[in-house]
Structures are given as C-alpha cells and as structure tokens.
C-alpha cells in the first residue's frame, strides 16, 4: 500500500470510540499497535470484557444509560471516533453528551462516521462531496441531523490555534472485511442475489478506513467531509458471483428486487443508486487504497483464510 508517509509520524495519542464496533475496534487495533491509548463505549459487559482483553478501556454506554463520568472518561482524549448510527430521537452521543464533548480540553481531532444516504438517490451518478445532500429516505434524514450536530457541536473548535482542532465527516460505502463478507455469507449460505438492473454501489475494506481515518489524523481540514468507498461501483450481484468462483461453488439463483424480502433498511438502501468520487481520499489524504475493488478485498481475504 502507497500512503501518505505523515501517517508514519503520527504521534501517538489517547482515541475514545462512541461504539467500539467493526470499523472502531480494526482502527483500534492498528493504533494499540502504535503505542496509542483507546478507549470507548459498549452496550454490554461481554464486550466490555472483550475489549479489555485487546488492552482497550470500555465504558457502558446505551439508550438511557449515559456515561458514568463522562469529564473523567473525555479528560485526556486527543482524537475522537464517532461510529453509533442515530436513532429516532437523534445522536445517541449528543443527546447525553454534548457538553462534556465540547469541554473535553485535550481534544483535537474529530472523526464522524455517516452513509452516503445523505446524498439519495442519484440515478447512478458520480457524487462529490462538494455536491448539496439531498437524502431521500428517513434513514438518510436522521444521517444528515446528526452530521450536522456533530459539526455544530464543533464549530467552537479552531484549527489556526497552536493546539488545533478539527471535525471532519466520514461518508462510508458498504463496509467489508474479515468475517463480514460475501465470502463468508457464501460459505454460510446466507448470501443473495438481488437483481435490480442498473443497480450499483460501492464497497470499502474496513482497514482502508481504517488507513483513510488515520490519515486525516495525520492531516486534519477542520469542516472537511471525505467520500470513503472503493474505485468501483458495482451491483451486489457481481460480488456474490466472484466469491462463488474463489469457493468453486454455483451462485444463488436471483431475486427480483420487487419480489425479495428485504428489511425496512435494505429496502431504502437498494432504491437508491449512486457512485462516489473519491478523489480527496488520494489528492488531499495521500491514500491509495490497499483494496481498490471488491477483487482485491475478497483475494485478501481468501489468502488469510487458508492461511489459518
Ligand atoms: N455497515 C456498513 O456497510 C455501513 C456503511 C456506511 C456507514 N455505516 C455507518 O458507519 C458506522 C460504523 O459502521 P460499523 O459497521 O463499524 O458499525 P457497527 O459494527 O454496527 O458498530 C456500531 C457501534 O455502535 C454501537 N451502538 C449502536 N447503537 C447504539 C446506541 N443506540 N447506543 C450506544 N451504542 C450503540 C454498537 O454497539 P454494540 O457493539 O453493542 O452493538 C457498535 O459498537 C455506523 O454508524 C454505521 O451505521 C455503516
């Protein structure tokens, strides 16, 4: 992987997740690894077990039960992950903790993980970050409110201080890597075939967020909302198949989209059709992603399968 040589000198700080999932705990993982702190927030005492296990600090954290001590949690935190979706009601973070996140006195950097639901549906069209939300589904709504908090709750921030600081937005594509892939829902017989012609999107490799976070870090742009997807659009029809041929296995017959059972969430996710741009990834962040399309993904991820 080419990638911005700052990443290598990123100094190593104290990062708190508010959802300590897949995405958070694989960026974790690669910052524990540098000498970083991490800390975050769990729904149970199972995780919390889980994580203190790889060295992280968890606090509970859900629906009406905020932080215990959320000024001695947030006290020495220099980097902030934002990776719980919004509910109905709005940021789960922000409604219990938006004061204690403005105070927090070591913070410089902010990351918001969000869809490009924000965008609704384009028809297929290329997307930059630069063109106006115009989210289309309830889903996308409530993506757009809680983008829109976590920059507010921000704004106070000023990256031309000599202690800096800075939010940026994370719109993330189908997100995808080990024990979370087509691969895996094959071998599971759990994986479909939705045929929705013309229908497309991207993926993303969670260690190339994870790569992708890390270089913002590195070179933070207060305000800045980064696409953060794969070079190639494609329907989840073609992904199914190509794991089916690293397997050796037939693919699932299709299902027509107007007859399939789909969740509420799977429903509005397939109605709408767009691809990103994602220049900034390479021209502002320096990244090249280490998994381009969903071939060089899934490749990965077979080699590590064996070599187990
Ligand atoms: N999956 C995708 O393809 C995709 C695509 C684009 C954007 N996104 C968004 O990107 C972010 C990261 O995705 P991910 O797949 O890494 O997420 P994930 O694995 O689902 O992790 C989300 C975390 O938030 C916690 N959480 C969920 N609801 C909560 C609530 N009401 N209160 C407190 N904690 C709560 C979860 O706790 P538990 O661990 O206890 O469940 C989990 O730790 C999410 O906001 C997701 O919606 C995902």
């Given at each position: 992987m080419r990638t911005d040589p700052s990443i290598a000198s990123l100094a190593p700080g104290h990062l708190f997740c508010f959802g300590l999932g897949y995405t958070a705990e694989r960026l974790a993982i690669r910052l524990l690894a540098e000498g970083w702190t991490v800390s975050g927030t769990v729904q149970t005492e199972g995780k919390r077990a889980a994580m203190a296990a790889l060295g992280i600090t968890a606090h509970l954290f859900g629906p009406e039960h905020p932080l215990a001590d959320p000024t001695g949690s947030l006290g020495e935190v220099t980097h902030l992950l934002s990776s719980i979706p919004p509910t109905e009601a709005g940021d789960p973070a922000l409604i219990e903790h938006q004061a204690a996140l403005r105070a927090a006195?070591?913070?410089?950097w902010v990351g918001y993980l969000s869809t490009?639901?924000?965008?609704?549906?384009?028809?297929?069209a290329l997307v930059q970050e630069t063109d106006t939300p115009n989210p289309g589904s309830a889903r996308g709504h409530r993506r757009l409110a809680a983008e829109n908090a976590w920059v507010e709750t921000f704004s106070?921030?000023?990256?031309?201080?000599?202690?800096g600081g800075s939010i940026q937005i994370f719109r993330l594509s189908g997100i995808y890597g080990p024990a979370r892939n087509a691969i895996a829902q094959v071998r599971a017989g759990t994986a479909r075939i939705i045929d929705k012609p013309g229908q497309v999107f991207n993926r993303i490799h969670v260690d190339d967020i994870a790569t992708i976070l890390m270089a913002s870090m590195a070179r933070p742009n207060h305000g800045q909302i980064y696409n953060v997807a794969d070079t190639e659009a494609c329907a989840s029809g073609d992904v199914v198949r190509h794991a089916c041929a690293l397997l050796g296995v037939s693919p699932p017959q299709p299902i027509a989209f107007d007859s399939a059972a789909l969740s509420a969430m799977a429903r509005s996710f397939y109605s709408e059709c767009k691809r990103l741009d994602t220049r900034r990834l390479t021209a502002e962040l320096g990244v090249e992603l280490a998994y381009p399309t969903y071939r060089e993904g899934l490749a990965s991820i077979m080699s590590s399968d064996f070599a187990r």
């Amino acid at each position: 992987m080419r990638t911005d040589p700052s990443i290598a000198s990123l100094a190593p700080g104290h990062l708190f997740c508010f959802g300590l999932g897949y995405t958070a705990e694989r960026l974790a993982i690669r910052l524990l690894a540098e000498g970083w702190t991490v800390s975050g927030t769990v729904q149970t005492e199972g995780k919390r077990a889980a994580m203190a296990a790889l060295g992280i600090t968890a606090h509970l954290f859900g629906p009406e039960h905020p932080l215990a001590d959320p000024t001695g949690s947030l006290g020495e935190v220099t980097h902030l992950l934002s990776s719980i979706p919004p509910t109905e009601a709005g940021d789960p973070a922000l409604i219990e903790h938006q004061a204690a996140l403005r105070a927090a006195p070591l913070l410089r950097w902010v990351g918001y993980l969000s869809t490009p639901a924000v965008y609704g549906d384009r028809q297929g069209a290329l997307v930059q970050e630069t063109d106006t939300p115009n989210p289309g589904s309830a889903r996308g709504h409530r993506r757009l409110a809680a983008e829109n908090a976590w920059v507010e709750t921000f704004s106070h921030l000023d990256p031309g201080e000599s202690a800096g600081g800075s939010i940026q937005i994370f719109r993330l594509s189908g997100i995808y890597g080990p024990a979370r892939n087509a691969i895996a829902q094959v071998r599971a017989g759990t994986a479909r075939i939705i045929d929705k012609p013309g229908q497309v999107f991207n993926r993303i490799h969670v260690d190339d967020i994870a790569t992708i976070l890390m270089a913002s870090m590195a070179r933070p742009n207060h305000g800045q909302i980064y696409n953060v997807a794969d070079t190639e659009a494609c329907a989840s029809g073609d992904v199914v198949r190509h794991a089916c041929a690293l397997l050796g296995v037939s693919p699932p017959q299709p299902i027509a989209f107007d007859s399939a059972a789909l969740s509420a969430m799977a429903r509005s996710f397939y109605s709408e059709c767009k691809r990103l741009d994602t220049r900034r990834l390479t021209a502002e962040l320096g990244v090249e992603l280490a998994y381009p399309t969903y071939r060089e993904g899934l490749a990965s991820i077979m080699s590590s399968d064996f070599a187990r």
